[in-house]
């Protein structure tokens, strides 16, 4: 594909491409250095502007290149949408060529693939949108069954990194017990939340195959030279997950 810096899943679907980009290959300076790729975080416009080109020249065929308005909610886009810039944290389509695309820096990035590449998705998989169900909202979007679906959990704050109070753990009915929970060592009453394994609980609910969830092997935070976070620098670039169908 590129001489950009991503990562490229195989979900084992002929007819679906995935393609997560990294820090790594753009233009931008400090703090967005270098290949960030969002418009909303005080990086200048031309360089933004040139980074979403190099992205789009460094795959061919290109498919169109759905931006979303994120708002950690649960609002879902139907692609290619009439608006042009969609209020929503997750996209899906059955169009070839339409590219379902969110922008991360710590939260996690979920692609649904159908396993006869019916349809596609990509979720914004924050914590206030997996609370308020942007998951299940998606897959309920979805014009087949959660059982034909497989899963990729992109880049994201890992599980050891991510220190919340407690409102967090209220927000999904969780207790300090449970097995995506760790009391943090930093912060009295407050606790380390698995992202990966709260989406793979959701996922593996709606129907799907412990077989057919797969990444959930890179943490943003603990790689700076790899990956932006939100997190751990404050002011810095966004990733992009994409997912199409071919043809």
Request: net charge negative; with cysteine.
């Amino acid at each position: 594909m590129s001489n950009l810096h991503c990562l490229h899943p195989e979900l084992g679907v002929s007819g679906v491409r995935v393609v997560s980009t990294t820090r790594l290959g753009g233009v931008s300076i400090p703090p967005y250095h270098s290949l960030n790729l969002g418009d909303h975080v005080g990086d200048a416009f031309e360089n933004v502007a040139a980074n979403r080109q190099l992205l789009i020249n460094s795959i061919s065929p290109a498919p169109t290149i759905h931006w979303l308005k994120q708002v950690h909610g649960a609002s879902v886009a139907a692609l290619p949408d009439a608006g042009v810039l969609p209020e929503a944290d997750a996209a899906w389509t059955s169009r070839p060529l339409e590219a379902c695309t969110i922008m991360t820096a710590d939260c996690l990035p979920i692609v649904l693939v159908d396993r006869e590449a019916r349809c596609v998705a990509a979720v914004h998989g924050g914590w206030r949108g997996l609370a308020a169900g942007v998951l299940k909202a998606t897959l309920d979007e979805l014009p087949v069954s959660s059982k034909s679906l497989v899963a990729w959990l992109g880049p994201a704050i890992g599980a050891k990194a991510f220190e919340v109070g407690p409102e967090v753990l209220d927000a999904f009915d969780m207790s300090p017990a449970d097995d995506a929970v760790t009391t943090s060592r930093q912060k009295s009453g407050h606790y380390c939340l698995d992202l990966n394994a709260i989406a793979t609980r959701q996922l593996l609910s709606a129907g799907l195959h412990p077989d057919a969830i797969l990444g959930g092997d890179h943490c943003s935070y603990s790689n700076p030279e790899r990956f932006f976070s939100h997190r751990r620098d404050g002011v810095t670039g966004r990733m992009a997950t994409l997912v199409w169908l071919t043809d």
